[in-house]
Protein backbone atom coordinates (compact mmCIF):
# COMPACT_ATOMS: atom_id res chain seq x y z
CA UNK A 1 0.00 0.00 0.00
CA UNK A 2 1.30 3.32 -1.03
CA UNK A 3 2.39 5.77 2.09
CA UNK A 4 -0.21 8.34 0.75
CA UNK A 5 -2.95 5.90 0.66
CA UNK A 6 -1.83 4.40 4.10
CA UNK A 7 -1.70 8.23 5.19
CA UNK A 8 -6.07 9.01 3.65
CA UNK A 9 -7.10 6.27 5.33
CA UNK A 10 -6.04 6.93 8.84
CA UNK A 11 -6.71 10.48 8.62
CA UNK A 12 -10.46 9.57 7.17
CA UNK A 13 -10.92 6.54 9.55
CA UNK A 14 -10.22 9.58 12.84
CA UNK A 15 -13.14 11.51 12.06
CA UNK A 16 -15.63 8.82 12.16
CA UNK A 17 -15.49 7.30 15.63
CA UNK A 18 -17.13 3.92 15.99
CA UNK A 19 -20.03 3.56 18.51
CA UNK A 20 -18.82 2.65 21.75
CA UNK A 21 -19.59 -1.02 23.45
CA UNK A 22 -22.16 -1.71 20.32
CA UNK A 23 -21.23 -4.77 18.09
CA UNK A 24 -22.68 -4.25 14.81
CA UNK A 25 -23.26 -7.31 12.33
CA UNK A 26 -23.53 -7.86 8.39
CA UNK A 27 -26.42 -9.44 7.88
CA UNK A 28 -28.47 -9.77 4.63
CA UNK A 29 -29.79 -6.30 4.96
CA UNK A 30 -26.77 -5.18 5.73
CA UNK A 31 -25.83 -2.86 8.59
CA UNK A 32 -28.78 -1.76 10.67
CA UNK A 33 -29.28 0.36 13.52
CA UNK A 34 -30.02 3.42 15.15
CA UNK A 35 -28.99 6.67 12.77
CA UNK A 36 -27.71 8.30 15.50
CA UNK A 37 -24.56 5.67 16.01
CA UNK A 38 -24.39 4.67 12.13
CA UNK A 39 -21.76 7.10 10.19
CA UNK A 40 -18.61 5.69 11.33
CA UNK A 41 -20.60 2.25 10.50
CA UNK A 42 -21.35 3.69 6.94
CA UNK A 43 -18.33 5.55 5.97
CA UNK A 44 -16.21 2.45 6.76
CA UNK A 45 -18.73 0.42 4.35
CA UNK A 46 -17.92 3.37 1.66
CA UNK A 47 -14.57 2.74 1.59
CA UNK A 48 -15.63 -1.13 1.36
CA UNK A 49 -17.31 -0.76 -1.28
CA UNK A 50 -14.68 0.90 -3.02
CA UNK A 51 -12.55 -2.27 -2.19
CA UNK A 52 -14.88 -4.47 -4.06
CA UNK A 53 -15.61 -2.35 -6.92
CA UNK A 54 -11.29 -2.85 -7.14
CA UNK A 55 -11.78 -6.44 -6.66
CA UNK A 56 -14.51 -6.93 -9.00
CA UNK A 57 -12.95 -4.34 -11.67
CA UNK A 58 -16.78 -3.44 -11.89
CA UNK A 59 -19.48 -0.77 -10.61
CA UNK A 60 -21.23 -1.53 -7.17
CA UNK A 61 -23.82 -0.04 -5.48
CA UNK A 62 -24.35 1.48 -1.58
CA UNK A 63 -27.96 2.15 -0.89
CA UNK A 64 -28.57 3.41 2.55
CA UNK A 65 -31.87 2.15 3.65
CA UNK A 66 -33.38 0.53 7.16
CA UNK A 67 -36.19 -1.28 4.87
CA UNK A 68 -39.45 -2.10 7.27
CA UNK A 69 -37.66 -0.38 10.49
CA UNK A 70 -39.08 2.96 12.52
CA UNK A 71 -37.87 5.96 10.57
CA UNK A 72 -35.25 6.77 13.62
CA UNK A 73 -33.35 3.69 12.43
CA UNK A 74 -31.05 3.25 9.10
CA UNK A 75 -28.44 1.08 7.56
CA UNK A 76 -26.56 0.60 4.99
CA UNK A 77 -26.24 -2.43 2.42
CA UNK A 78 -23.26 -2.88 -0.70
CA UNK A 79 -24.83 -4.00 -4.15
CA UNK A 80 -22.99 -6.40 -6.06
CA UNK A 81 -21.78 -6.03 -9.87
CA UNK A 82 -24.60 -8.73 -10.25
CA UNK A 83 -27.16 -6.36 -8.67
CA UNK A 84 -27.42 -8.81 -5.55
CA UNK A 85 -26.56 -8.82 -2.33
CA UNK A 86 -23.03 -8.09 -1.07
CA UNK A 87 -21.37 -11.73 -1.54
CA UNK A 88 -21.19 -13.67 2.04
CA UNK A 89 -17.17 -14.44 1.95
CA UNK A 90 -17.20 -11.04 2.49
CA UNK A 91 -19.42 -10.37 5.00
CA UNK A 92 -17.03 -11.45 7.96
CA UNK A 93 -14.38 -8.68 6.83
CA UNK A 94 -17.51 -6.18 7.20
CA UNK A 95 -18.13 -6.76 10.59
CA UNK A 96 -14.57 -6.42 11.72
CA UNK A 97 -14.51 -3.40 10.05
CA UNK A 98 -17.40 -2.03 11.17
CA UNK A 99 -16.09 -2.86 14.57
CA UNK A 100 -12.59 -1.67 14.75
CA UNK A 101 -11.83 0.29 18.04
CA UNK A 102 -8.94 2.23 16.56
CA UNK A 103 -7.57 3.95 13.41
CA UNK A 104 -4.89 1.79 13.55
CA UNK A 105 -6.71 -1.80 14.08
CA UNK A 106 -9.03 -0.23 10.87
CA UNK A 107 -5.97 0.21 8.70
CA UNK A 108 -4.24 -3.24 9.81
CA UNK A 109 -7.58 -4.86 8.67
CA UNK A 110 -7.55 -3.07 5.19
CA UNK A 111 -3.90 -3.98 4.74
CA UNK A 112 -4.08 -7.38 5.06
CA UNK A 113 -7.31 -8.06 3.42
CA UNK A 114 -6.50 -6.18 0.35
CA UNK A 115 -3.22 -8.84 0.74
CA UNK A 116 -5.30 -11.62 1.07
CA UNK A 117 -7.91 -10.14 -2.25
CA UNK A 118 -5.13 -9.19 -3.93
CA UNK A 119 -6.58 -5.70 -4.16
CA UNK A 120 -4.92 -3.52 -6.59
CA UNK A 121 -4.69 -0.85 -4.16
CA UNK A 122 -2.36 1.74 -5.83
CA UNK A 123 -4.39 4.49 -6.97
CA UNK A 124 -3.90 3.12 -11.02
CA UNK A 125 -7.22 1.01 -10.98
CA UNK A 126 -10.47 3.12 -10.64
CA UNK A 127 -13.65 2.18 -8.74
CA UNK A 128 -17.07 3.26 -9.34
CA UNK A 129 -19.86 3.10 -6.60
CA UNK A 130 -23.15 4.38 -7.10
CA UNK A 131 -24.93 5.75 -4.03
CA UNK A 132 -28.87 5.70 -3.47
CA UNK A 133 -30.74 6.72 -0.02
CA UNK A 134 -34.74 6.14 1.06
CA UNK A 135 -36.41 9.85 2.42
CA UNK A 136 -35.25 9.08 6.19
CA UNK A 137 -34.51 12.23 6.68
CA UNK A 138 -30.95 10.72 8.28
CA UNK A 139 -30.18 9.85 5.03
CA UNK A 140 -28.57 13.23 3.78
CA UNK A 141 -26.10 13.58 6.23
CA UNK A 142 -25.32 9.36 6.42
CA UNK A 143 -24.92 9.79 2.49
CA UNK A 144 -21.73 12.21 3.11
CA UNK A 145 -20.05 10.04 5.81
CA UNK A 146 -20.13 7.18 2.56
CA UNK A 147 -18.77 9.80 0.26
CA UNK A 148 -15.98 10.54 2.48
CA UNK A 149 -15.36 6.99 2.56
CA UNK A 150 -15.10 6.47 -0.63
CA UNK A 151 -12.79 9.29 -1.48
CA UNK A 152 -10.54 8.04 0.94
CA UNK A 153 -9.71 4.83 -1.32
CA UNK A 154 -7.14 6.34 -4.53
CA UNK A 155 -9.14 5.83 -7.52
CA UNK A 156 -12.47 5.94 -6.50
CA UNK A 157 -15.44 7.64 -7.25
CA UNK A 158 -18.86 8.08 -5.67
CA UNK A 159 -21.88 8.82 -8.36
CA UNK A 160 -24.71 10.09 -6.33
CA UNK A 161 -28.26 8.98 -7.63
CA UNK A 162 -30.20 10.68 -4.84
CA UNK A 163 -33.68 9.19 -3.69
CA UNK A 164 -33.96 5.76 -4.99
CA UNK A 165 -36.23 2.50 -3.84
CA UNK A 166 -33.94 0.25 -2.79
CA UNK A 167 -34.21 -2.41 -6.03
CA UNK A 168 -33.92 0.95 -8.24
CA UNK A 169 -30.43 0.50 -6.87
CA UNK A 170 -29.67 -2.93 -7.63
CA UNK A 171 -31.25 -2.48 -10.91
CA UNK A 172 -29.26 0.24 -12.23
CA UNK A 173 -25.91 -1.58 -10.78
CA UNK A 174 -26.96 -4.88 -12.60
CA UNK A 175 -27.88 -2.63 -15.72
CA UNK A 176 -24.34 -0.72 -15.55
CA UNK A 177 -22.38 -3.93 -15.60
CA UNK A 178 -24.41 -5.81 -18.42
CA UNK A 179 -23.32 -2.00 -20.59
CA UNK A 180 -27.37 -0.71 -20.45
CA UNK A 181 -28.42 2.79 -19.69
CA UNK A 182 -28.37 2.90 -15.78
CA UNK A 183 -30.91 5.74 -14.85
CA UNK A 184 -34.02 6.12 -13.58
CA UNK A 185 -35.81 7.17 -16.14
CA UNK A 186 -34.48 3.54 -18.40
CA UNK A 187 -35.94 1.90 -15.15
CA UNK A 188 -39.76 3.19 -15.42
CA UNK A 189 -39.69 2.86 -19.18
CA UNK A 190 -38.40 -0.59 -19.18
CA UNK A 191 -40.97 -1.84 -16.41
CA UNK A 192 -43.87 0.51 -17.88
CA UNK A 193 -43.06 -0.76 -21.75
CA UNK A 194 -42.75 -4.20 -20.80
CA UNK A 195 -46.39 -4.13 -18.71
CA UNK A 196 -47.71 -2.29 -21.86
CA UNK A 197 -46.58 -5.24 -24.00
CA UNK A 198 -48.10 -8.14 -21.60
CA UNK A 199 -51.22 -6.06 -21.50
CA UNK A 200 -51.41 -6.11 -25.77
CA UNK A 201 -51.04 -9.99 -25.04
CA UNK A 202 -54.22 -10.40 -23.03
CA UNK A 203 -56.19 -12.77 -24.47
CA UNK A 204 -59.39 -11.53 -26.11
CA UNK A 205 -61.71 -13.06 -24.68
CA UNK A 206 -60.70 -12.12 -21.40
CA UNK A 207 -60.21 -8.26 -22.19
CA UNK A 208 -64.08 -8.33 -22.86
CA UNK A 209 -64.61 -9.60 -19.47
CA UNK A 210 -64.21 -5.67 -17.76
CA UNK A 211 -62.43 -6.67 -14.95
CA UNK A 212 -61.67 -3.40 -12.29
CA UNK A 213 -58.29 -2.20 -13.21
CA UNK A 214 -58.06 -0.16 -9.79
CA UNK A 215 -55.27 -1.01 -7.30
CA UNK A 216 -55.25 1.15 -3.80
CA UNK A 217 -51.54 0.95 -2.39
CA UNK A 218 -50.43 2.27 0.94
CA UNK A 219 -47.47 3.44 0.13
CA UNK A 220 -45.81 3.36 3.95
CA UNK A 221 -44.94 7.21 4.00
CA UNK A 222 -41.56 6.12 2.20
CA UNK A 223 -39.44 6.37 -1.41
CA UNK A 224 -41.78 3.63 -3.22
CA UNK A 225 -45.39 5.79 -2.59
CA UNK A 226 -43.34 8.80 -4.39
CA UNK A 227 -41.44 6.58 -7.33
CA UNK A 228 -45.35 4.99 -7.80
CA UNK A 229 -46.79 8.49 -8.35
CA UNK A 230 -44.04 8.72 -11.21
CA UNK A 231 -44.79 5.06 -12.56
CA UNK A 232 -48.73 5.40 -12.77
CA UNK A 233 -48.69 8.44 -15.19
CA UNK A 234 -46.57 6.18 -17.62
CA UNK A 235 -49.07 3.21 -17.45
CA UNK A 236 -52.54 2.16 -19.54
CA UNK A 237 -54.80 -0.03 -18.23
CA UNK A 238 -53.85 0.45 -14.77
CA UNK A 239 -55.12 2.63 -12.62
CA UNK A 240 -53.41 3.27 -9.37
CA UNK A 241 -54.56 5.18 -6.56
CA UNK A 242 -51.63 5.83 -3.89
CA UNK A 243 -51.95 6.68 -0.30
CA UNK A 244 -49.22 7.31 2.38
CA UNK A 245 -47.04 8.72 -0.03
CA UNK A 246 -45.01 11.04 2.39
CA UNK A 247 -46.26 13.98 1.63
CA UNK A 248 -49.34 13.98 3.89
CA UNK A 249 -47.66 14.12 7.33
CA UNK A 250 -47.45 10.68 8.01
CA UNK A 251 -44.71 8.61 9.47
CA UNK A 252 -42.67 6.73 7.80
CA UNK A 253 -43.69 2.63 8.71
CA UNK A 254 -45.90 4.29 11.17
CA UNK A 255 -49.19 2.32 11.13
CA UNK A 256 -48.53 1.64 7.44
CA UNK A 257 -46.50 -0.96 5.33
CA UNK A 258 -46.03 -4.26 4.08
CA UNK A 259 -44.22 -5.45 7.54
CA UNK A 260 -47.08 -4.03 9.33
CA UNK A 261 -50.06 -5.21 7.38
CA UNK A 262 -47.96 -8.78 6.67
CA UNK A 263 -47.25 -9.51 10.90
CA UNK A 264 -50.67 -7.31 12.28
CA UNK A 265 -53.27 -7.84 9.84
CA UNK A 266 -54.81 -5.10 9.84
CA UNK A 267 -55.43 -2.63 7.75
CA UNK A 268 -52.75 0.27 7.56
CA UNK A 269 -53.60 4.20 8.50
CA UNK A 270 -55.33 5.87 5.63
CA UNK A 271 -57.80 2.86 4.90
CA UNK A 272 -61.13 2.63 6.38
CA UNK A 273 -64.58 0.92 5.36
CA UNK A 274 -64.77 3.13 2.34
CA UNK A 275 -62.48 0.28 1.03
CA UNK A 276 -64.08 -2.69 1.81
CA UNK A 277 -64.19 -4.98 -1.16
CA UNK A 278 -61.27 -3.01 -2.95
CA UNK A 279 -58.32 -4.64 -4.21
CA UNK A 280 -55.25 -3.15 -2.13
CA UNK A 281 -51.31 -3.48 -1.86
CA UNK A 282 -48.67 -2.45 0.27
CA UNK A 283 -45.52 -1.74 0.28
CA UNK A 284 -42.56 -1.31 2.38
CA UNK A 285 -40.45 1.55 3.49
CA UNK A 286 -38.02 1.05 0.82
CA UNK A 287 -40.17 -0.75 -1.53
CA UNK A 288 -38.33 -4.59 -1.79
CA UNK A 289 -41.88 -5.96 -0.19
CA UNK A 290 -45.35 -5.78 -1.36
CA UNK A 291 -48.07 -7.99 -0.19
CA UNK A 292 -52.05 -7.71 -0.90
CA UNK A 293 -55.11 -7.51 0.90
CA UNK A 294 -58.48 -7.18 0.83
CA UNK A 295 -60.98 -5.32 3.81
CA UNK A 296 -63.93 -7.53 4.20
CA UNK A 297 -66.46 -6.32 7.07
CA UNK A 298 -67.29 -2.40 7.75
CA UNK A 299 -67.21 -3.29 11.59
CA UNK A 300 -63.27 -4.73 11.88
CA UNK A 301 -60.29 -3.33 11.19
CA UNK A 302 -59.13 -6.82 10.48
CA UNK A 303 -57.96 -7.97 6.86
CA UNK A 304 -57.70 -10.91 4.45
CA UNK A 305 -54.19 -10.69 3.85
CA UNK A 306 -52.85 -12.41 0.60
CA UNK A 307 -49.20 -12.59 1.44
CA UNK A 308 -45.74 -13.15 -0.33
CA UNK A 309 -46.63 -17.00 -0.84
CA UNK A 310 -49.80 -16.23 -2.62
CA UNK A 311 -48.33 -13.76 -4.89
CA UNK A 312 -45.35 -16.42 -5.26
CA UNK A 313 -48.08 -19.04 -6.61
CA UNK A 314 -50.09 -16.49 -8.98
CA UNK A 315 -46.48 -16.05 -10.61
CA UNK A 316 -45.78 -19.75 -10.85
CA UNK A 317 -49.33 -20.81 -12.26
CA UNK A 318 -49.16 -17.96 -14.47
CA UNK A 319 -45.07 -19.41 -15.74
CA UNK A 320 -46.59 -22.63 -16.02
CA UNK A 321 -49.35 -21.88 -18.39
CA UNK A 322 -47.06 -20.42 -20.70
CA UNK A 323 -44.18 -22.73 -20.82
CA UNK A 324 -47.10 -25.32 -21.45
CA UNK A 325 -48.67 -23.32 -24.29
CA UNK A 326 -44.87 -22.86 -25.66
CA UNK A 327 -43.88 -26.43 -25.68
CA UNK A 328 -47.47 -28.18 -26.66
CA UNK A 329 -47.70 -30.80 -29.08
CA UNK A 330 -47.61 -29.75 -32.96
CA UNK A 331 -44.61 -27.70 -33.31
CA UNK A 332 -41.61 -30.71 -33.11
CA UNK A 333 -40.46 -29.16 -36.37
CA UNK A 334 -39.42 -26.22 -34.66
CA UNK A 335 -36.75 -25.38 -32.12
CA UNK A 336 -38.45 -27.51 -29.28
CA UNK A 337 -35.22 -29.30 -27.84
CA UNK A 338 -34.64 -26.88 -24.33
CA UNK A 339 -37.61 -27.49 -21.85
CA UNK A 340 -37.04 -24.84 -18.78
CA UNK A 341 -36.54 -26.54 -15.31
CA UNK A 342 -38.69 -24.48 -13.50
CA UNK A 343 -38.11 -24.21 -9.55
CA UNK A 344 -39.95 -22.75 -6.92
CA UNK A 345 -38.08 -22.05 -3.62
CA UNK A 346 -39.48 -21.51 -0.10
CA UNK A 347 -38.48 -21.09 3.31
CA UNK A 348 -40.05 -23.07 6.41
CA UNK A 349 -41.90 -19.66 7.05
CA UNK A 350 -44.02 -20.94 3.98
CA UNK A 351 -47.23 -21.63 4.74
CA UNK A 352 -48.04 -25.31 4.30
CA UNK A 353 -50.75 -24.53 1.91
CA UNK A 354 -49.08 -22.91 -0.47
CA UNK A 355 -46.46 -25.49 -0.29
CA UNK A 356 -49.37 -28.04 -1.26
CA UNK A 357 -50.73 -26.26 -3.84
CA UNK A 358 -47.53 -26.27 -5.61
CA UNK A 359 -46.62 -29.61 -5.59
CA UNK A 360 -50.30 -30.37 -6.64
CA UNK A 361 -49.70 -28.11 -9.59
CA UNK A 362 -46.55 -30.69 -10.26
CA UNK A 363 -43.74 -28.10 -9.87
CA UNK A 364 -40.51 -28.66 -8.36
CA UNK A 365 -40.66 -27.08 -4.71
CA UNK A 366 -37.27 -26.82 -3.30
CA UNK A 367 -36.69 -25.30 0.77
CA UNK A 368 -33.37 -23.07 1.58
CA UNK A 369 -32.62 -21.52 5.20
CA UNK A 370 -34.16 -18.53 5.85
CA UNK A 371 -32.80 -15.03 4.33
CA UNK A 372 -33.56 -13.97 0.90
CA UNK A 373 -29.81 -14.35 0.17
CA UNK A 374 -30.16 -18.61 0.03
CA UNK A 375 -33.00 -18.49 -1.96
CA UNK A 376 -31.76 -15.88 -4.42
CA UNK A 377 -29.03 -18.31 -4.49
CA UNK A 378 -31.06 -21.20 -5.20
CA UNK A 379 -33.67 -19.94 -7.49
CA UNK A 380 -30.21 -18.83 -9.75
CA UNK A 381 -29.90 -22.55 -10.18
CA UNK A 382 -33.18 -23.18 -12.46
CA UNK A 383 -34.04 -21.72 -15.96
CA UNK A 384 -36.63 -20.22 -14.05
CA UNK A 385 -36.00 -19.82 -10.64
CA UNK A 386 -39.53 -17.98 -8.54
CA UNK A 387 -39.05 -17.35 -4.60
CA UNK A 388 -40.74 -15.08 -2.33
CA UNK A 389 -40.74 -15.18 1.71
CA UNK A 390 -44.27 -14.61 3.16
CA UNK A 391 -43.45 -10.86 3.86
CA UNK A 392 -43.28 -10.29 0.30
CA UNK A 393 -39.72 -10.04 -0.54
CA UNK A 394 -39.67 -12.09 -3.91
CA UNK A 395 -38.99 -12.24 -7.94
CA UNK A 396 -38.42 -13.95 -10.59
CA UNK A 397 -34.74 -15.64 -11.88
CA UNK A 398 -34.18 -16.40 -15.62
CA UNK A 399 -31.03 -17.97 -16.75
CA UNK A 400 -29.15 -16.73 -19.59
CA UNK A 401 -29.08 -19.64 -21.63
CA UNK A 402 -32.68 -20.16 -21.51
CA UNK A 403 -33.42 -16.27 -22.30
CA UNK A 404 -30.86 -16.54 -25.58
CA UNK A 405 -33.05 -20.05 -26.43
CA UNK A 406 -36.10 -18.47 -25.68
CA UNK A 407 -35.31 -15.39 -27.90
CA UNK A 408 -34.06 -17.86 -30.93
CA UNK A 409 -37.53 -19.51 -30.09
CA UNK A 410 -39.64 -16.49 -30.34
CA UNK A 411 -38.00 -15.32 -33.86
CA UNK A 412 -38.63 -19.30 -35.11
CA UNK A 413 -41.96 -19.18 -33.87
CA UNK A 414 -42.65 -15.41 -35.57
CA UNK A 415 -41.17 -16.93 -39.05
CA UNK A 416 -42.83 -19.86 -38.90
CA UNK A 417 -46.20 -19.01 -37.30
CA UNK A 418 -46.26 -15.34 -36.63
CA UNK A 419 -49.21 -14.62 -34.02
CA UNK A 420 -49.31 -18.18 -32.79
CA UNK A 421 -50.02 -19.19 -29.26
CA UNK A 422 -47.05 -20.48 -28.78
CA UNK A 423 -45.40 -17.26 -30.25
CA UNK A 424 -47.37 -15.21 -28.06
CA UNK A 425 -46.51 -17.02 -24.85
CA UNK A 426 -42.50 -16.77 -25.98
CA UNK A 427 -43.25 -13.35 -26.07
CA UNK A 428 -45.45 -13.03 -22.39
CA UNK A 429 -42.12 -15.18 -21.12
CA UNK A 430 -39.50 -12.09 -22.42
CA UNK A 431 -41.88 -9.67 -21.13
CA UNK A 432 -42.23 -11.34 -17.78
CA UNK A 433 -38.41 -11.37 -17.84
CA UNK A 434 -37.40 -7.89 -18.27
CA UNK A 435 -40.88 -6.44 -16.18
CA UNK A 436 -39.49 -8.22 -13.27
CA UNK A 437 -36.41 -6.92 -11.39
CA UNK A 438 -34.47 -9.64 -11.70
CA UNK A 439 -31.70 -8.28 -9.30
CA UNK A 440 -33.34 -8.43 -6.30
CA UNK A 441 -37.40 -8.12 -4.89
CA UNK A 442 -39.24 -5.03 -6.28
CA UNK A 443 -42.49 -4.06 -4.93
CA UNK A 444 -42.88 -1.78 -8.04
CA UNK A 445 -42.36 -4.16 -10.76
CA UNK A 446 -44.00 -7.22 -8.82
CA UNK A 447 -46.93 -5.17 -8.19
CA UNK A 448 -46.88 -4.39 -12.09
CA UNK A 449 -47.07 -8.35 -13.01
CA UNK A 450 -49.75 -9.64 -10.18
CA UNK A 451 -51.79 -6.86 -12.17
CA UNK A 452 -51.52 -8.06 -15.25
CA UNK A 453 -51.87 -11.58 -14.18
CA UNK A 454 -54.55 -10.80 -12.95
CA UNK A 455 -56.07 -9.14 -16.07
CA UNK A 456 -54.83 -11.80 -18.24
CA UNK A 457 -56.69 -14.39 -16.01
CA UNK A 458 -59.64 -12.30 -15.61
CA UNK A 459 -59.44 -13.02 -12.16
CA UNK A 460 -60.61 -10.42 -9.10
CA UNK A 461 -58.56 -10.02 -5.61
CA UNK A 462 -61.17 -12.91 -4.29
CA UNK A 463 -60.44 -15.23 -6.80
CA UNK A 464 -57.05 -15.07 -6.26
CA UNK A 465 -57.59 -15.47 -2.53
CA UNK A 466 -59.50 -18.95 -2.99
CA UNK A 467 -56.76 -20.09 -4.59
CA UNK A 468 -55.92 -22.09 -1.41
CA UNK A 469 -56.92 -21.95 2.06
CA UNK A 470 -53.90 -20.91 4.73
CA UNK A 471 -53.52 -23.17 7.14
CA UNK A 472 -53.40 -21.20 11.17
CA UNK A 473 -50.24 -20.93 11.86
CA UNK A 474 -48.73 -19.10 15.29
CA UNK A 475 -45.19 -17.68 15.83
CA UNK A 476 -43.78 -17.12 18.94
CA UNK A 477 -40.08 -15.86 20.44
CA UNK A 478 -38.35 -17.37 23.71
CA UNK A 479 -35.56 -15.85 25.54
CA UNK A 480 -32.68 -18.07 26.02
CA UNK A 481 -28.83 -17.94 27.37
CA UNK A 482 -27.25 -18.75 24.45
CA UNK A 483 -28.97 -19.03 20.87
CA UNK A 484 -26.02 -20.79 19.44
CA UNK A 485 -26.62 -23.88 21.62
CA UNK A 486 -29.60 -24.87 18.77
CA UNK A 487 -28.19 -26.15 15.73
CA UNK A 488 -30.73 -27.06 12.64
CA UNK A 489 -30.26 -29.06 9.67
CA UNK A 490 -32.84 -29.53 6.27
CA UNK A 491 -33.52 -25.93 5.75
CA UNK A 492 -33.30 -25.42 9.49
CA UNK A 493 -36.38 -27.54 10.27
CA UNK A 494 -35.12 -29.76 12.20
CA UNK A 495 -32.93 -29.37 15.32
CA UNK A 496 -30.29 -31.40 15.69
CA UNK A 497 -28.68 -29.74 18.73
CA UNK A 498 -29.13 -30.03 21.79
CA UNK A 499 -29.87 -33.85 22.25
CA UNK A 500 -33.09 -34.85 22.70
CA UNK A 501 -35.12 -31.33 21.52
CA UNK A 502 -35.85 -32.72 17.91
CA UNK A 503 -37.22 -35.76 19.33
CA UNK A 504 -39.76 -33.91 21.58
CA UNK A 505 -40.75 -31.37 19.12
CA UNK A 506 -41.72 -34.46 17.03
CA UNK A 507 -44.16 -36.01 19.87
CA UNK A 508 -45.84 -33.13 20.86
CA UNK A 509 -46.44 -31.75 16.94
CA UNK A 510 -47.95 -35.63 16.00
CA UNK A 511 -50.93 -34.69 18.40
CA UNK A 512 -52.52 -32.09 16.18
CA UNK A 513 -54.20 -32.89 12.98
CA UNK A 514 -52.01 -31.29 9.91
CA UNK A 515 -49.19 -30.18 12.60
CA UNK A 516 -46.20 -28.98 11.53
CA UNK A 517 -43.62 -26.99 13.56
CA UNK A 518 -40.14 -26.21 14.02
CA UNK A 519 -37.67 -23.63 16.12
CA UNK A 520 -34.82 -22.02 14.96
CA UNK A 521 -31.86 -19.47 16.39
CA UNK A 522 -32.65 -15.51 15.47
CA UNK A 523 -29.57 -14.26 13.76
CA UNK A 524 -29.25 -11.04 16.26
CA UNK A 525 -30.37 -11.74 19.60
CA UNK A 526 -30.53 -14.51 21.85
CA UNK A 527 -33.71 -15.95 21.33
CA UNK A 528 -35.44 -19.13 19.86
CA UNK A 529 -38.28 -18.64 17.22
CA UNK A 530 -40.74 -21.14 17.22
CA UNK A 531 -43.09 -21.63 14.25
CA UNK A 532 -46.25 -23.60 14.54
CA UNK A 533 -49.60 -25.00 12.13
CA UNK A 534 -52.28 -26.64 12.64
CA UNK A 535 -55.60 -27.50 11.02
CA UNK A 536 -57.44 -24.68 13.67
CA UNK A 537 -56.02 -21.87 15.01
CA UNK A 538 -56.27 -23.12 18.82
CA UNK A 539 -54.23 -26.09 17.87
CA UNK A 540 -51.70 -23.75 16.03
CA UNK A 541 -51.46 -21.69 18.86
CA UNK A 542 -51.70 -24.55 21.55
CA UNK A 543 -48.72 -26.39 19.49
CA UNK A 544 -46.24 -23.09 19.79
CA UNK A 545 -46.72 -22.62 23.38
CA UNK A 546 -46.26 -26.74 23.96
CA UNK A 547 -42.83 -26.54 21.92
CA UNK A 548 -41.82 -23.31 23.90
CA UNK A 549 -42.72 -24.74 27.15
CA UNK A 550 -39.79 -27.48 25.47
CA UNK A 551 -37.48 -25.03 24.29
CA UNK A 552 -37.41 -23.27 27.52
CA UNK A 553 -37.23 -26.60 29.44
CA UNK A 554 -33.86 -27.49 27.21
CA UNK A 555 -32.47 -24.08 27.41
CA UNK A 556 -34.39 -21.43 29.22
CA UNK A 557 -33.11 -19.31 32.30
CA UNK A 558 -33.22 -19.86 35.28
CA UNK A 559 -34.77 -16.84 36.40
CA UNK A 560 -34.57 -17.63 40.32
CA UNK A 561 -30.74 -17.68 39.86
CA UNK A 562 -30.37 -14.71 37.06
CA UNK A 563 -33.28 -12.13 37.87
CA UNK A 564 -34.15 -12.99 42.10
CA UNK A 565 -35.89 -9.06 41.85
CA UNK A 566 -38.42 -10.73 39.97
CA UNK A 567 -39.45 -12.93 43.18
CA UNK A 568 -39.31 -10.08 45.78
CA UNK A 569 -41.84 -7.57 44.10
CA UNK A 570 -45.14 -8.28 43.54
CA UNK A 571 -44.77 -6.39 39.96
CA UNK A 572 -42.06 -6.32 37.78
CA UNK A 573 -41.07 -4.82 34.32
CA UNK A 574 -41.22 -8.44 32.21
CA UNK A 575 -38.43 -8.26 29.42
CA UNK A 576 -38.02 -11.55 28.73
CA UNK A 577 -40.10 -14.87 27.67
CA UNK A 578 -42.55 -16.43 24.89
CA UNK A 579 -44.71 -13.92 23.22
CA UNK A 580 -47.67 -14.56 20.61
CA UNK A 581 -45.94 -12.27 17.70
CA UNK A 582 -42.31 -11.62 16.20
CA UNK A 583 -41.05 -9.21 18.94
CA UNK A 584 -40.81 -8.70 22.43
CA UNK A 585 -42.43 -5.83 24.23
CA UNK A 586 -42.25 -5.26 28.21
CA UNK A 587 -45.22 -5.64 30.81
CA UNK A 588 -46.38 -5.72 34.18
CA UNK A 589 -47.26 -8.80 35.69
CA UNK A 590 -48.26 -10.18 38.72
CA UNK A 591 -45.82 -13.26 39.39
CA UNK A 592 -46.45 -15.63 41.88
CA UNK A 593 -43.14 -16.87 43.83
CA UNK A 594 -43.98 -20.87 42.86
CA UNK A 595 -44.24 -19.93 39.07
CA UNK A 596 -41.86 -21.31 36.73
CA UNK A 597 -40.30 -19.64 33.78
CA UNK A 598 -42.36 -21.38 31.10
CA UNK A 599 -45.31 -20.66 32.66
CA UNK A 600 -44.34 -17.04 34.01
CA UNK A 601 -43.50 -16.48 30.05
CA UNK A 602 -46.84 -18.17 29.36
CA UNK A 603 -48.74 -15.15 31.80
CA UNK A 604 -47.46 -12.27 30.15
CA UNK A 605 -50.33 -10.62 28.56
CA UNK A 606 -50.16 -10.42 24.36
Keep these: MKEEQRLLLLHSSSLFSPPQGVKLSYGTAGFRAD ?50 MLTQEWEPFADQLANAQTPEAFLSLITEFVEKEKIPLDGVQSAEILLGRDTRPSGESLLEAAKQGISSILGAIALDLGILTAPQLHWMVRARNKGMKATEPAYFEQISSSFRCLVDLIPNETKSSKMDNTVV ?76 FLVPTNSSRKIDLIDGDKILSLFALFIKEQLSILTKKGTENLN ?36 VK ?46 SEQQKAALRLLSV ?54 ATTNAETVAISPPGIQEAIDAETAKYPRGRCFIRPSGTEDVIRVYAEASTQEAADSLAGSVAKIVDRFLG ?18 LFGIYSSMWMLPCAVKVPRNLSPSSLALHCPG
Design 35 to 84: ASILKSTVHRVGILAALRSLKTQSVVGLMITASHNKVTDNGVKIVDPSGR
Design 217 to 292: VDGADGVGGEKLEVLKTMLTSLVIEVRNTGKGGGILNDGVGADYVQKEKVVPRGFCSNDVGLRCASLDGDADRLVY
Design 336 to 371: NNSHARLGVIQTAYANGASTDYLKQLGLEVIFTPTG
Design 374 to 419: HLHEKAAQFDIGIYFEANGHGTILFSESWLSWLEARNNELGFASEG
Design 433 to 486: SKLINQAVGDALSCLLLVEVVLQHKGWSIHKWNELYQDLPSRQLKVKVVDRTAV
Design 557 to 574: IDFKLSFPHYFEHYRVPF
